[in-house]
């Protein structure tokens, strides 16, 4: 049988992942970029924007999580011809995460000024972190919308509409950050950093719109909550915790990362914001891959086309490994333009240019975690997600970190225990996908 594990198909999904999969970091970006440049309080409303912006970032990737969880169901129950059996399913989903987000987002706004304290912000830079979260904190409960969307495109084995809203998204909010942050002479005042808070929340408020209604017209899943509760929801719920779990491990490097930054003082702050989004920007970048091996691997499991995944496995790690190569040269070439998009200021640049190199040679580790994680999370292996992260975070980046502390590497000790991270994570996901794949090949 020709195997349907082709370049073709698997970047007809990959591709339009890749952009989808940008538009978060990409707003991000945008702020940082525009914001970085604001003539008043430059650097203190760069280092707000990079604060908030990693603490929004923990907030929707540990939420998040139900977006991977309904795209593996619903593409297992695809490749076992079952569809029809999980119709209700999404929409339950749906509520719950928009349930979760409220409930968060609630749960947040009365300790805004505890929380930055706590990531060390003080002074101005806590005035403008208190000031930009009040407005984008209103967008939380949208991003989760739009992500189950999302997902339950992805489980359809379609990245093609989330592609339109994402791009859709990104435009807006690039074209909304000029005009709101600088201003228009005689007729719009700036806003400087509250405008660009404005800017991504009307962007994701137009996104959300946007999914409902392609939800409603392209597929024939129902909007109307029903009852019973489904089967399915438990599993999902169960897949969902072991990713909250690994979220929160995730986040706690990602925190503990803008702490020590923080501490170094604020040039460090502004640089490593510049780093961490550029960073971010990759991963999601390079993690349209693994976006065509969660949509693929679950549909193959549920078929129990076990040659087919093992297949694909191979092939999109090769091909995320390209296309980091294709970065890692892009960066290189152009490393001190890159940083001079985010801010004019000597010291942050210095200090970014300090570690850039080091972000930029980590990128084809980085490619084999982001990949191989996309997969496990399509086959449902989110136990097993939850354990690797765990171990590499409090085992691999915490300890290295604090070395990094200890031995004065300033920033650059921030990033070499990245780059441990990542190792861990990935070669713990190539051990396991061996290991439990290649008996059950040989088998079939």
């Known amino acids: 049988m020709k195997s349907n594990v082709s370049l073709k198909r698997i970047n007809s999904l990959a591709i339009p992942a890749t952009v989808a999969g940008i538009a ?31 603490f929004l970032s923990m907030l929707i990737w540990v939420l998040g999580q139900t977006r991977s969880a309904i795209s593996a169901i619903i593409s297992q129950y695809l490749g076992a011809g079952r569809l029809e ?16 987000s409220v409930l968060i987002l609630l749960s947040t706004v009365f300790v805004i000024r505890e929380i930055f304290e706590l990531l060390n912000a003080s002074g101005k830079i806590l005035e403008y972190c208190i000031s ?13 919308f739009v992500f189950a969307v999302m997902g339950i495109f992805r489980g359809l084995q379609n990245t093609y509409w ?29 806003m400087y950093l509250d405008g660009a808070a404005w800017a991504s929340l009307i962007a994701q408020s137009v996104m959300a ?7 409603w017209k392209k597929t024939e899943i129902s909007l109307v909550l029903k009852f019973p509760i489904h089967p399915e929801l438990g599993r999902l719920v169960v897949m969902s915790l072991n990713l909250f779990v690994r979220a929160l491990a995730l986040n706690t490097a990602l925190i503990l990362a803008v702490r020590e930054a923080t501490a170094l003082g604020d040039k460090f702050i502004g640089a490593h914001t510049i780093a961490i989004n550029l960073w971010l920007f990759s991963a999601f970048f390079i993690d349209g891959y693994g976006a065509a091996g969660n949509i693929m691997g679950g549909r193959l499991l549920g078929e129990k086309n076990y040659a087919d995944l093992w297949l694909l496995a191979k092939k999109i790690v090769k091909y995320g490994i390209y296309v980091s190569l294709v970065l890692m040269a892009v960066s290189f070439l152009f490393y001190k333009p890159i940083g001079r998009l985010f801010s004019n200021e000597e010291l942050v640049l210095n200090a970014f240019y300090g570690v850039f190199y080091i972000i930029i ?21 989110m136990k097993y997600l939850r354990n690797t992260l765990l171990i590499a975070t409090f085992l691999g980046f915490v300890p290295m970190l604090f070395l990094g502390r200890f031995l004065n590497w300033g920033l650059a000790g921030i990033w070499i225990a990245f780059t441990v991270w990542m190792l861990i994570r990935g070669g713990a996901l190539a051990l396991k996908f061996r290991r439990k794949f290649r008996p059950l090949l040989q088998n079939h």
């Open 85 to 100: 059996e999980v119709k209700t399913l999404p929409v339950q989903a749906i509520f719950l995460n928009i349930a979760l």
């Open 24 to 54: 978060e970091p990409l707003l991000s970006i945008t702020d940082t970029a525009i914001v970085g440049n604001i003539p008043v309080d430059g650097l203190e409303s760069l280092a707000a924007a990079g604060i908030v912006g990693s």
């Open 162 to 190: 989330p592609m339109v809203i994402a791009i859709t998204g990104a435009v807006l909010n690039v074209i909304l950050d000029f005009l709101l942050v600088y201003g228009v002479e005689g007729i719009l005042d700036p």
């Open 209 to 215: 719109i946007m999914a409902l209604w392609l939800l």
């Open 132 to 144: 930009y979260y009040s407005i984008r904190v209103w967008g939380f409960p949208l991003t989760l």
């Open 361 to 381: 040679v980590g990128l084809p580790i980085n490619t084999i975690a982001f990949v191989l994680d996309g997969v496990f999370k399509g086959l449902g292996e």
